[in-house]
């Protein structure tokens, strides 16, 4: 089956710094989605975004279907981006979501 | 709007014992998904439903789990004879059609205990 990896495994920032976070996968996609993991466990949709880019607020993400992976980024960071945050990705003749192996963010006040 | 809720938020159960989680997905979301996140895990999938159908069950574990969603809206996640590795948290999701590009939605999730 496809493999969804996603680097760095954890990342700690001082408040304000930017970062990019990787999401690599194996094959061919119909669906990708970004995810914010809150410490309470609520998974918060970031983007929607199978293929191009977007952007809301502070948070861009970049997919490029054809090369396989999507980039998500975060500029001037906050503590409340604190989480960990996972792509998820549909293959061709499913509907379900086989999500990353997540990165761990830590924002330092 | 409201967003997809479940109920109860937590439950701990004894070992054997049976439980039932409850799914309420957004209103009108044709397609509705179950899944397990074990600690320091993503979610995986378990069972996907389409209105009453179930489409997908390829992710249950065992034959102790049992998902059903009789009338297409309000969908309940069954664990018979739980087991302490049935310990984890059990997120529900709905997106609005039925096409394999729609956005999905998370409830808050219920986290079970088996003791």
């Known amino acids: 089956g496809i493999q969804v990896e996603q680097s760095p495994p954890d990342l700690i920032l001082q408040e304000g710094a930017n970062s990019t976070l990787r999401c690599n996968f194996s094959?061919?996609?119909?669906?990708l989605q970004w995810f914010h993991q809150n410490p309470w466990g609520q998974l918060i949709n970031l983007f929607y975004?199978?293929?191009g880019t977007k952007q809301n607020g502070r948070l861009s993400a970049t997919t490029v279907a054809t090369e396989r992976y999507s980039l998500l980024y975060i500029s001037s960071s906050q503590t409340t981006d604190s989480g960990v945050y996972f792509c998820?990705?549909?293959?061709?003749?499913?509907?379900?979501?086989?999500f990353g192996t997540g990165t761990r963010l830590k924002v330092l006040a | 709007g409201a967003g997809v809720s479940q109920s109860p938020r937590y439950k701990v159960a004894k070992r054997g014992q049976d439980v039932a989680l409850r799914c309420d997905p957004i209103?009108?979301?044709?397609?509705l998904f179950w899944y397990q996140q074990a600690l320091g895990q993503g979610p995986e999938f378990l069972t996907y439903?389409?209105?009453?159908?179930?489409?997908?069950k390829s992710g249950l574990p065992s034959d102790r789990f049992f998902a059903e969603r009789p009338e297409g809206s309000v969908s309940t996640l069954k664990i018979q004879r739980t087991q302490q590795e049935d310990s984890a948290v059990y997120l529900c999701?709905?997106?609005?059609?039925?096409?394999?590009?729609?956005?999905?939605?998370f409830g808050p999730g219920t986290r079970l205990t088996v003791l």
């Open positions: 998820a990705v549909v293959t061709s003749g499913t509907y379900k979501y086989i």
């Open positions: 094959d061919s996609v119909n669906n």
């Open positions: 209103s009108g979301h044709v397609s």
């Open positions: 999701a709905s997106s609005q059609g039925t096409s394999r590009y729609n956005e999905q939605f």
């Open positions: 439903f389409q209105n009453e159908a179930q489409l997908d």
């Open positions: 975004i199978p293929s």
